[in-house]
């Protein structure tokens, strides 16, 4: 089987000079769900950003098929849906309704369309009554689904979702847990919540330093780094 | 972080609450232009202007109150304007002029508080305002909110961590705040655009296309249009 994204030796320095990623190599298939672990700084969010191309490292990057270049990029940020850590950056349209029909009016879609995927996904994500809200009246969690509903109102094939549960309250997480565990799309989880990950995941990979350095099922990995209860000492010994 | 008033009072449910927001922007800007543009020196013509702006904030159940106050934002601007009528010995003219400011006043309250900034945008688009003026004003109102809560986050903390600063040490703080502020909005600014560019953004906004006005909105129009023609038309000097 093909992987639906595949990486290979990819490297990403900031202009600060961080080594962010460093010859990462990774494949995510169809069906599966990654949780990647790893401390603050790994490289994490960075791998996010540069598989849809928002950051250029250098390496191979291909997702659905395509490999990631200036021509693709656009097809490949339809394919794969990221929700950003932070909701707020994200619903930048004055009413949910315009964020997440957002995606869809950048497609070109007719308003026909784009008015019944934006009720579709609303309704997915358990928002249909709050089309007409403005993103700043929505509680925190209102804001995590709605900000989902506006990546699925792409049709990505993958989903890439970084910190989907920070800052939400037990109802929001486990409304959002819920939900991603109802959608088909494979996954790429940023997380540190292990719970999170043994909801959802099917496997969980390791980072650190930029590299992924472990990979496995999400219980073995977090025993084995003791990503629960981990100290600063254990990551570092763990690399 | 407290809801601004406007942004309150923008959803309460009323009959002109429902209309759409370009028959409500036509019909404020009909009453701004006629009250100013004509009959300079009658003076029972704002009085008259006031009325039908109360009348139909009553009806759009608009706090009455709440429209008188907050109107007299405007009296600190327009106050030295007729102060140079009263110096110039035009003292009714400049009393005039004050009454109109303040009715123009209550006349952009009661469009604005009938009417939801994405609307009123949306509207403004439709009537073809320049578009790059109404992307800042959406993203501007957007993330005022966030930033004033972050603003207020690190007022908090310096609450927190000095409970009894000197003023000389407010000032410190303060220019501190400004330039962290800042320094975060910016970086707030690259996420969004990353978040756009990640939903496929190319360069332009691609917003919903207007429908036609119903007829609740030629209703509206044409009692508006009625009115001012009465006002305008009534020999209020006798």
Not at chain 1, 112 to 138: F, N, Q, S
Not at chain 1, 216 to 223: D, L, M, N, S, Y
Not at chain 2, 57 to 83: M, S
Request: proline residues 5%.
């Amino acid at each position: 089987m093909d992987p639906l994204i595949r990486v290979r030796n990819l490297r990403f320095r900031y202009d600060d000079g961080t080594q962010a990623l460093d010859g990462l190599d990774f494949d995510l298939y169809p069906g599966e769900t990654v949780a990647l672990f790893g401390p603050n700084g790994s490289g994490k969010t960075t791998l996010l950003l540069c598989l849809v191309g928002l950051l250029d490292g250098e390496g191979e990057i291909e997702v659905c098929g395509q490999r990631l270049r200036r021509e693709t990029r656009a097809l490949i940020r339809q394919k794969t849906g990221v929700l950003f850590q932070d909701s707020d950056d994200q619903l930048f349209m004055p009413t949910v309704f315009d964020d997440v029909a957002f995606g869809p009016r950048n497609l070109g879609l007719d308003p026909a369309r784009v008015e019944r995927k934006v009720r579709h996904c609303l309704r997915v994500v358990g928002l249909e009554g709050a089309a007409a809200k403005a993103p700043y009246h929505l509680s925190a969690g209102e804001k995590r689904r709605a900000a989902l509903a506006g990546v699925l109102a792409l049709d990505p094939e993958v989903l890439a979702l970084d910190e989907p549960a920070t800052f939400l309250d037990p109802p929001g997480r486990a409304a959002l847990i819920e939900t991603l565990r109802a959608l088909p799309q494979a996954k790429l989880i940023v997380t540190h919540d292990v719970d999170l990950a043994r909801e959802l995941g099917t496997r969980a990979v390791f980072l650190s330093a930029g590299r992924i350095i472990d990979s496995g099922p999400v219980e073995k990995i977090a025993r084995r780094y003791q990503w629960e209860t981990a100290r600063i000492d254990d990551c570092v010994a763990g690399d | 972080m407290h809801q601004v008033t406007l942004d309150r009072w923008s959803r309460l449910a009323s009959p002109i609450h429902r209309l759409d927001a370009r028959a409500k922007i036509v019909g404020a800007l009909a009453l701004l232009v006629s009250l100013v543009a004509f009959r300079p020196a009658e003076a029972w013509l704002p009085a008259g202007y006031f009325a039908l702006v109360m009348v139909l904030a009553a009806v759009a159940r608009l706090p009455l109150a709440g429209v008188l106050v907050r109107a007299t934002v405007v009296l600190p601007f327009a106050g030295p304007v007729a102060a140079l009528s009263l110096f110039g010995g035009d003292a009714a003219r400049g009393a005039v002029s004050l009454a109109k400011s303040y009715v123009c006043a209550c006349i952009i309250l009661f469009l604005l508080g009938t009417t939801s900034l994405p609307a009123l945008l949306r509207g403004l688009e439709s009537l073809g305002a320049p578009r790059f003026f109404l992307i800042v004003a959406q993203f501007l109102y957007r993330y005022l909110f966030v930033l004033s809560e972050q603003a207020q986050h690190m007022m908090q903390a310096r609450r927190c961590r000095a409970p009894r600063s000197s003023r000389r040490g407010l000032a410190q703080f303060a220019s501190g705040a400004l330039a962290a502020l800042f320094a975060r909005s910016y970086g707030r600014a690259e996420r969004i655009h990353q978040a756009m560019l990640a939903r496929g953004f190319q360069g332009h906004l691609a917003l919903a296309p207007a429908s036609a006005l119903g007829r609740a909105e030629w209703f509206f129009l044409a009692s508006v249009a009625v009115a001012v023609a009465l006002l305008q038309l009534t020999p209020w000097t006798p």
